[in-house]
């Protein structure tokens, strides 16, 4: 069993920058694929970045590319998702999820743990 939870989202303006994280807890956070997810009122759970276990491989949802950074820290059980040059289309809650498996996992139904999400809103 693993326990996710997400922080760091707020209310900002369209070009500023926030970093989130996911604080994870139980088994070995090190053996996880981690994800990030976001839902916006009236609309599905979209891909927004995805992370190996090691680290060494990173996919990004087009509409992110460039701007979002996905990173891990496995010494503080705990996933980052910096993101940049933020727009009002970015305005959802955020969640963080976990798999454990060795590759890159880019779809919402392929992970065994969610934790309850962070607001992030983005004025224009």
């Known amino acids: 069993q693993v326990q996710l939870v997400e922080s760091g989202g707020g209310l900002v303006q369209a070009g500023d920058s926030l970093r989130l994280s996911c604080a994870a807890s139980?088994?070995?956070?090190?053996?996880?694929?981690m994800g990030w997810f976001r839902q916006a009122p009236g609309k599905e759970r979209e891909f927004v970045a995805a992370?190996?276990?090691?680290?060494?491989?990173?996919r990004y949802a087009d509409s992110v590319k460039g701007r979002f950074t996905i990173s891990r820290d496995n010494a503080k059980n705990t996933v980052y998702l910096e993101m940049n040059t933020l727009k009002p289309e970015d305005t959802a809650v955020y969640y963080c999820?976990?798999?454990?498996?060795?590759?890159?996992?880019?779809?919402?139904?392929?992970?065994?743990?969610w934790g309850q999400g962070t607001q992030v809103t983005v004025s224009s």
């Open positions: 992370l190996s276990w090691s680290g060494g491989l990173r």
């Open positions: 999820a976990a798999r454990a498996t060795t590759v890159v996992v880019t779809t919402a139904d392929r992970y065994d743990y």
């Open positions: 139980g088994r070995t956070f090190s053996a996880y694929a």
